[in-house]
């Protein structure tokens, strides 16, 4: 006679439970990235609300707590390329969970900071552990599903890419006004502690075979190339691109870069294997990406300037507005899910980047009195452009790496993503403090008539930038993604 079936509360039901999701890596490996992805996406929006109290608090200048950001960031940028070796050295599975669990502990010290000293050296730390979290997390990613289920991964990405910048600012404001600015920082702790311990008890190891050496001198390379460059980037707009740090470091960053190009093109065993720019379709999808991230993310962070200083709204009405991006992004991936294997990536990333473009250039007509309903028409038509790009490029782009090589790539794609993003930001903020000297000198306020040329200039540098990016996507070659596009090999 058969054996009933243990109860829900029963340990037998719970170990059958456990050994199901131990089983099924697709869902530990995603639903543990997922988690760690969007706070780390989030912290690194959220913070930009809060640095007004952090300044009062603290008694310190603008410009002295603008380290808390550019801390971060140029953390984060020296880890970034190592991320891939370490990797596949160590294991992928204690080098995402050692990191993750940094970043939280990082998070709650950040909170506890008694000093703007503590605040950046905790930023630092924490912007360090982001650095290794996203790459090593990609390429867990990446080798836990098969090509013909990467549609499924850029719908899994879909959601932390998009949800997490949007909804920074919405809910910074909200923690800052309600409670403090010590809780954009504690939030993380215990979303970090459960991801931790789910990865600890489900992930499964993966470390590459072979002994390869660390490449010290690419290592040095990219660290200097890239924070340098982020920092000029991130500090050029506020301070002039004539300061002598921002030149210095400017110089310095860009040359580094290009040594770091000759340097590992010629290398046996390189930290960032730069030849797999090579393959037509990792390079192509990478420099597209490059275009249109850069134009979406200069125009998230045009929006909410925008609204506040040429429209006169509110901080939560501005952080609504700017949500209904994500909302665009959501509705807009189900629709491409379903194309993607009919149409292909290249005419998808084509159309998602020329439709940014559009928006970014019917954005241009903006003015000091426009219908909040139409402007969040247009930020909601933005984010379904960006879905069109999000969604296929992230399906097709490792089509052609193999799994020796994903830990190198998921390293070149998320530093290609994380400068993107700067390069953008710099950009946008450049043409406004150039076109109104008196808003980058923190003077009285300007009227929004005084602001909007300056947008509106912005805005169109913007579309250009997407029609950059709409065009290389032209050059993608869907038969390179025939692996992924499922449907269509059936």
Known sequence: MPSPSPAPGNPRGLSALAARIDANQELVVGATYVVALFVTILDSTIVNVALPAMAAEFRVSPASIGWVVVGYLVSMAVWIPASGWIGDRVGTKRIFLLALGLFTVASMLCGLSGSLEQLILFRA??????????????????????????????????????????????????????????????????????????????????????????????????????????????????????????????????????????????????????????????????????????????????????????????????????????????????????????????????????????????????????????????????????????????????????KADTGHASAIFNTQRRSAAAFGVAAMATILTSLTPALAAGDAPLAGAVLLPAFRVAFLVGAGFAAIGAVIALRIHDADAAATMHRRQA
């Open 125 to 402: 730390l924490q912007g360090g552990a982001a650095g290794m979290v996203s790459p090593v997390g990609t390429a867990m990613l990446f080798r836990a599903f098969p090509p013909e289920r990467r549609a499924k991964i850029a719908g899994i990405l879909i959601v932390p890419t998009s949800l997490a910048p949007a909804l920074g600012p919405l809910l910074g404001g909200i923690l800052v006004d309600r409670l403090s600015w010590h809780w954009i920082f504690w939030i993380n702790a215990p979303i970090g502690v459960v991801a931790v311990l789910f990865g600890i008890r489900f992930l499964h190891e993966h470390r590459e075979p072979g002994d390869r050496r660390f490449d010290i001198p690419g290592f040095i390379l990219s660290a200097a190339g890239l924070s340098l460059t982020l920092y000029a980037l991130t500090e050029g707009s506020r301070h002039g691109w004539g300061s002598p740090a921002v030149l210095a470091s400017g110089g310095i960053g860009l040359a580094s870069l290009v040594a770091l190009v000759f340097v590992e093109l010629r290398t046996a065993e390189p930290l960032l294997n730069l030849r797999l720019l090579g393959e037509r379709l990792f390079g192509t999808t990478n420099l597209a990406s490059f275009w249109s991230w850069s134009a979406y993310l200069g125009w998230l962070f045009l929006l909410p300037l925008y609204l506040q200083q040429v429209r006169q709204v509110g901080p939560a009405e501005s952080g609504l507005t700017t949500f209904v991006e994500a909302v665009g992004v959501l509705a807009a991936s189900r629709v491409v899910g379903r194309l993607y294997p009919i149409v292909g990536p290249r005419r998808l990333v084509a159309a998602g980047s020329a439709w940014i473009g559009l928006a970014l250039l019917v954005a241009t007509q903006l003015s000091d009195t426009t219908d909040t309903g139409l402007t969040r028409l247009l930020v909601f038509m933005s984010g379904w452009g960006m879905a069109g790009v999000l969604l296929p490029m992230n399906t097709s782009m490792f089509a052609r790496i193999s």
